[in-house]
């Protein structure tokens, strides 16, 4: 039998991030994702899109807003 390991990917790491109280920098996920700048900023836009979050920028760090 083989065990089935739960795929977590980047953009679910990138999202999970964004969702910390005080939020992420672009330098946080792109360590955490090993992305370059325009890679994180295109997965939040896309990631935006998909799954209808509310994510802004402020002081420099991307949140999820609370709707």
Do not use: C, F
């Amino acid at each position: 039998m083989i065990a089935t390991k739960s795929k977590h990917t980047k953009a679910q790491t990138l999202i999970k991030l964004i969702s910390r109280p005080n939020g992420a920098t672009v330098d946080e996920l792109m360590k955490a994702t090993s992305w370059q700048r325009h890679t994180v900023r295109s997965v939040i836009s896309t990631e935006k899109k998909k799954q209808g979050l509310a994510i802004g920028l402020v002081d420099g760090r991307y949140k999820l807003a609370n709707i």
